[in-house]
């Protein structure tokens, strides 16, 4: 059985941290994997960079995408997975404290399948990261050949 990563890419140590720690409370055991810029979550898809010779086969389940990162912010990177063919179903949910209404219509325009403003009290945040688990890990049905 392939195990179900989740890609999280948090510039904020602490927001990552937050994250990590509300999805381990709610028994969410997949791996995490957090980088913290834009390049280094492209890096990862594609197996380059630090993380050149990865098996780029095994793609996470899904994608936690903060929107201000440095390097290439979230939208420019949500734009790259669309535009490629390997990464063009990945599932991805922005996770942003952006309650701009311009960052929901260009996240949604460019493909993004979810976007999630971050509670700023950690338990509704425990419970946001819950919620945010139990669709993308076990309801969810993922395209063909992506299960």
Known sequence: ???????????DPDDAALTVRALKKNQIVNDIVVVHDGVQALDYLYGEGAF???D???LPQVVLLDLKLPKLDGLGVLQRLRSDARTKLLP???L???NEEQD???GYALGANSYVRKPVNFDAFVIAAA??????????EAPPGRT
């Open 96 to 98: 942003t404290s952006s």
């Open 56 to 58: 780029t086969a095994e």
């Open 92 to 94: 991805v949910v922005i």
């Open 104 to 106: 929901r219509v260009q």
């Open 131 to 140: 919620q945010l688990g139990l669709y993308w890990l076990v309801l969810n």
């Open 1 to 11: 059985m392939i195990r179900k990563t989740i890609l999280l890419v948090e510039d």
């Open 52 to 54: 050149a010779g990865r």
